[in-house]
């Protein structure tokens, strides 16, 4: 259970990043009122949290429905998780194109797109919570750790987009660097075992 619990989290928090949610979260919000700020956060890792949420219950019925086998997924994931993690490391790490960013200035509600979505709920945060629900074993235990651990990190978020500019003070353009950085480090070795992990399962279910 503790072993779970710590996957969980790790996974997710490497995947999300919370800390290198803050640049981005002020390049798109920092010329809003304070009170506004704070009920986009609010919005956004609320609106996030329930596709998530989406996607641990129905993600294994929808995998069945489509013919995916769970080794499948977990190789298709975890290449996914890699290129992510790559971005981050080259600091590649905006999650979304140049008229993406410019149609979400224009908007006077950011906290659906690009904030919840593609930001935090993003292709890498679905695809690790639908693997590690789907390695659950001990139902509904097992899944209640893995949404209780997604809980948390979706809290980290709100607190680092409610303490974004005294964070951005704190560590400078470098420190959120190095921080993504590592997390993307970290990410990439995660990425490799789920492809490693999926080819195990595939070629055990190989006729």
């Known amino acids: 259970m503790t072993a779970l619990a710590v996957r969980s989290f790790l996974t997710m928090l490497v995947v999300v990043d919370p800390v290198g949610l803050v640049p981005m979260f002020l390049a798109l919000a920092s010329d809003r009122a304070v009170e506004e700020r704070r009920r986009l956060a609010r919005r956004a890792v609320t609106i996030a949290g329930a596709i998530l949420l989406a996607f641990a219950l129905i993600g294994s019925w929808l995998l069945r429905r489509l013919g995916i086998s769970l080794g499948a997924f977990q190789v298709a994931g975890g290449v996914l998780l890699l290129w992510i993690a790559v971005r981050?490391?080259?600091?590649?790490?905006?999650?979304?194109?140049?008229?993406?960013?410019?149609?979400?200035?224009?908007?006077?509600?950011?906290?659906?797109?690009?904030?919840?979505?593609?930001?935090?709920?993003?292709?890498?945060?679905?695809?690790?919570?639908?693997?590690?629900?789907?390695?659950?074993?001990?139902?509904?235990?097992?899944?209640?750790?893995?949404?209780?651990?997604?809980?948390?990190?979706?809290?980290?978020?709100?607190?680092?987009?409610?303490l974004s500019e005294p964070l951005v003070r704190l560590l400078g353009r470098t420190g959120v660097n190095v921080v993504t950085r590592v997390l993307g480090m970290?990410?990439?070795?995660?990425?490799?075992?789920?492809?490693?992990d999926g080819a195990k399962a595939l070629f055990q279910t190989a006729p």
């Open 88 to 162: 981050m490391v080259f600091a590649e790490h905006e999650r979304e194109t140049a008229a993406e960013e410019a149609e979400a200035r224009s908007r006077s509600d950011i906290s659906v797109f690009p904030l919840a979505i593609p930001i935090i709920a993003g292709p890498g945060s679905m695809a690790s919570i639908m693997i590690l629900v789907g390695e659950a074993r001990r139902w509904p235990l097992d899944l209640g750790i893995v949404l209780a651990t997604t809980a948390s990190v979706l809290l980290l978020c709100y607190a680092a987009l409610r």
């Open 186 to 196: 970290l990410l990439a070795a995660l990425a490799v075992q789920y492809v490693a």
